[in-house]
T-cell receptor, first 115, second 113 residues
Framework: AQKVTQAQTEISVVEKEDVTLDCVYETRDTTYYLFWYKQPPSGELVFLIRRNSFDEQNEISGRYSWNFQKSTSSFNFTITASQVVDSAVYFCALSEEAAGNKLTFGGGTRVLVKP | KAGVTQTPRYLIKTRGQQVTLSCSPISGHRSVSWYQQTPGQGLQFLFEYFSETQRNKGNFPGRFSGRQFSNSRSEMNVSTLELGDSALYLC????????????FGEGSWLTVV
């Protein structure tokens, strides 16, 4: 069965510091998809990135970057030069090809960026 | 392009009552999924509908049900509400049966008293 673990429950940083969020997943499927979402206090889950299991190319988008390593089943997310607006809960999620669009979420990491 | 729209945004119900939540997916999206989020259990999958058929179901009691209409709009219903059903209910949509981006609505905050 699929499982997603986010070991860090809360991270507190000062503005402009970098912050890295860890995500480890388990799946038996060879085709799967990994996601990161941001949840501000309003509740909506804001999509950040999707990666499929055949694409290990790391990506940078503005201040965000992602490191996908199949060998260690990890999909880590880094915010560079954090800002107060980055304060939110971040969720890593996994969907398996065989399970359609069913997402399995990690427990989330709360990021608090202090000015 | 409008996002995923959920109604109502906030509601308060009494134990034993039933509730219906509505979700309008992004135009052109045929897959709609529902999730329950609580502080204790986190984000849990309820069910997914694709082209009016339930494709997948999470581990929830039969009091939780859903359906999808021909225009892809979806509703979920919870009967005989319990205090533990108090949660944020999130709807998500996607334009493929798997593997594409999944977008979420703002959610419906349900409080059972």
């Amino acid at each position: 069965a699929q499982k997603v673990t986010q070991a860090q429950t809360e991270i507190s940083v000062v503005e402009k510091e970098d912050v890295t969020l860890d995500c480890v997943y388990e799946t038996r499927d060879t085709t799967y998809y990994l996601f990161w979402y941001k949840q501000p206090p309003s509740g909506e889950l804001v999509f950040l990135i999707r990666r499929n299991s055949f694409d290990e190319q790391n990506e940078i988008s503005g201040r965000y970057s992602w490191n996908f390593q199949k060998s260690t089943s990890s999909f880590n997310f880094t915010i560079t030069a954090s800002q107060v607006v980055d304060s939110a809960v971040y969720f890593c999620a996994l969907s398996e090809e065989a399970a359609g669009n069913k997402l399995t979420f990690g427990g989330g990491t709360r990021v608090l960026v202090k000015p | 392009k409008a996002g995923v729209t959920q109604t109502p945004r906030y509601l308060i119900k009494t134990r034993g009552q039933q509730v219906t939540l509505s979700c309008s997916p992004i135009s052109g999206h045929r897959s709609v999924s529902w999730y329950q989020q609580t502080p204790g259990q986190g984000l849990q999958f309820l069910f997914e509908y694709f082209s009016e058929t339930q494709r997948n179901k999470g581990n929830f009691p039969g009091r939780f049900s859903g359906r999808q209409f021909s225009n892809s709009r979806s509703e979920m219903n919870v009967s005989t509400l319990e205090l533990g059903d108090s949660a944020l209910y999130l709807c998500a949509s996607s334009n493929r049966s798997s593997g594409n981006t999944i977008y979420f609505g703002e959610g419906s905050w349900l409080t059972v008293v």
